[in-house]
């Protein structure tokens, strides 16, 4: 503290200075020099109990936040299930779209042996459903701030159902290769702001840890849901687009939800003492920050390695390691509900030990886990290998966006928090089509290696996600930033 004031007392003196010989050249007999030698004292007096009242005032503002900082923990310590209430019905509507999204995001890996019979393609081939979803996915994480500055935070949710609802439709209907590959742009981006908008939201709400562990365990539950549906659609001999018109059924449901839920609700991006600050002003901040940046890119990878396992899984066991293709459908069903089942078991782990040291000993263990599946050639082993890796995945994603909301300043939690969901959504198409493309050349059995990469890709990016306000401060401190929130207009 005593640094900060000398610094900010040797950049203010040179100003001093310089306004002294400025009134010293228009004025010479008001100037401090011209003043006899009893007035000068009397100057230097007055400016020492200056000094003074400045030093007493800055050491007011910093007790001042020290008893905000505090006051704001006690807050936080104290909330009960109580403080939930208000919430319970948008809180209800975010989960559903947590299951909608994980439904969406299982439900691509497990009708490709069905598409590839269908259309007639290689696997190289059908991983362009995930390069187009993906592209869906990055535009609506670019446009997210803006989608959200002009129709607010519902309105963003609204239409990211909607057009979600219209891409399964068309879907559903069989159309061309070349057409779904276009249409899936569509769905990514519906995805992507429904997945940006329910973390924005249930990351403001008292309990916020608990309530994304809860929030993304039911995406596991979705996603879970795909190959059940897709293993009974198979044995009904059903066309995968009935898988479609399921999804549409639940898009539907969702608008109708979202619409009873967020009935009257407004998502606050700011603190209420604070005004809205310009829209390319937040946008700017929230890509400076260093959770932003290192947040999204942690995500993007975390998620392809979640949706490579849960999306290529099927093909490996049943392709790659000779499964049953009803029996390894059941296996993928379990890793999603592993993954669920991880979210809120190791979710209270990482709450109760800290985010940075349990997510890294899960990371590890999950790389432990992929090198004995890329080397074990045994069904069964292979299976309970693919369990155990959702299980170990599962609190990743919740523990960094309950990170995020700590970190970031409040002015910046739908800009940042959204370009993090919108960008990790991206992964769960990018790296599949990055797999397909290794697997058509290398074959399927290659799938375990990649995801190996990608789980020593994230461990390395942990280690500079920010763990604290304070680490973001001093970073920005050392570089020259500042991160703190914007100002109002």
Request: with cysteine.
């Amino acid at each position: 503290m005593e640094s900060n004031q000398l610094r900010r007392r040797r950049s203010v003196c040179p100003v001093r200075i310089s306004l002294k010989i400025v009134r010293f050249c228009v004025n010479p007999q008001n100037s401090p020099f011209f003043f006899p030698v009893a007035s000068r004292s009397r100057h230097t007096l007055s400016k020492s109990m200056t000094d003074e009242h400045e030093t007493a005032n800055e050491r007011t503002r910093f007790l001042d936040n020290e008893n905000s900082d505090a006051e704001e923990v006690s807050t936080n310590k104290q909330e009960t299930w109580s403080d939930l209430k208000p919430y319970v019905r948008p809180l209800l509507a975010s989960n559903f779209i947590s299951v909608v999204c994980g439904l969406n995001d299982g439900s691509i890996g497990a009708i490709i042996p069905r598409l590839k019979d269908y259309y007639s393609i290689p696997n190289e081939t059908v991983s362009l459903l995930f390069l187009c979803n993906s592209f869906g996915y990055f535009l609506a994480a670019m446009v997210n701030g803006y989608i959200v500055h002009r129709l607010g935070q519902v309105g963003a949710m609204y239409f990211g159902a909607i057009i979600l609802l219209v891409a399964y439709s068309f879907i559903a209907s069989g159309l061309p290769f070349g057409v779904m590959a276009a249409l899936m742009v569509v769905q990514g981006a519906g995805v992507a702001l429904l997945d940006a908008a329910m973390n924005v939201y249930t990351s403001s709400v008292p309990k916020a840890t608990l309530m994304l562990n809860v929030l993304h365990a039911l995406y596991g539950v979705g996603a879970m849901l795909s190959p059940l549906v897709n293993g009974l659609l198979w044995r009904m001999d059903v066309s995968w687009r009935g898988m479609y018109v399921f999804m549409a059924f639940f898009s539907f449901i969702n608008i109708v939800l979202i619409a009873v839920g967020f009935r009257n609700i407004k998502i606050e991006d700011h603190d209420e003492d604070e005004e809205p600050a310009d829209h390319k002003d937040i946008m700017r901040a929230a890509m400076r920050h260093p959770m932003t940046i290192l947040g999204a890119i942690y995500i993007l990878v975390y998620v392809g390695t979640e949706v490579t396992v849960g999306g290529w899984g099927l093909t490996y066991l049943h392709e790659g390691r000779g499964g049953d293709k009803i029996a390894m459908s059941n296996v993928i069903a379990g890793y999603w509900a592993a993954l669920a089942a991880g979210r809120i078991v190791l979710g209270y782990l990482c709450d109760k030990f800290g985010e940075k040291r349990m997510i890294t000993i899960f990371t590890l263990l999950t790389a432990a886990v992929l090198v004995g599946l890329w080397l074990i050639a045994d069904i069964v082993i292979d299976s309970i290998a693919i369990v155990s890796i959702g299980f170990l995945l599962g609190p990743m994603f919740p523990s960094t966006i309950s990170l995020a909301s700590k970190v970031l300043p409040r002015s910046l939690h739908a800009t940042s928090i959204g370009f993090i969901a919108g960008t990790g959504a991206g992964g769960a198409a990018l790296f599949p089509f990055i797999t397909g493309q290794v697997a058509g050349k290398f074959g399927i059995l290659a799938m375990p290696a990649v995801c190996l990469s990608m789980a020593v890709t994230m461990q390395v990016l942990w280690t500079f996600v920010p763990s604290s306000k304070e680490s973001v401060s001093c970073c920005g401190s050392r570089r020259g930033g500042n991160y703190q929130s914007i100002p109002s207009s």
